[in-house]
């Protein structure tokens, strides 16, 4: 059974840092094209990055481009990502989702969700 558990966010000042972890469980992080995406109320989800199963590939939204770094430890079977110069339009809830098939920043393709870790970013 496949299974993603996010942690480590919460509130944060402008122009701090945050790292998400996402540790997986019953498969494997170099399996499955990994990504993040995150959704703030009242707007639909959307995709923040990716990785590829390689490792060798990553993709970011234009909004993060720059500050945030996905990244994965194969050893841990984990995924992370790390959130620089925050800003308080990265309010959101961030969850970690594994895709079997393509490797897109389109939600609609990842297949396995976690539970989300809400992160908060004050003015």
């Known amino acids: 059974q496949v299974r993603l558990v996010e942690s480590g966010g919460g509130p944060v000042q402008a122009g701090g840092s945050l790292r998400l972890s996402c540790a997986a469980s019953g498969y494997l992080v170099t399996d499955y094209c990994m990504g993040w995406f995150r959704q703030a109320p009242g707007k639909e989800r959307e995709g923040v990055a990716i990785i590829s199963t390689s490792g060798t590939y990553t993709n970011y939204a234009d909004s993060v481009k720059g500050r945030f770094t996905i990244s994965r430890d194969n050893a841990e079977n984990t995924l992370y990502l790390q959130m620089n110069s925050l800003k308080p339009d990265d309010t959101a809830m961030y969850y970690c989702?594994?895709?079997?098939?393509?490797?897109?920043?389109?939600?609609?393709?990842?297949?396995?969700w976690g539970q989300g870790a809400q992160v908060t970013v004050a003015s």
């Open positions: 989702a594994a895709a079997s098939t393509y490797c897109w920043l389109l939600s609609s393709t990842f297949r396995y």
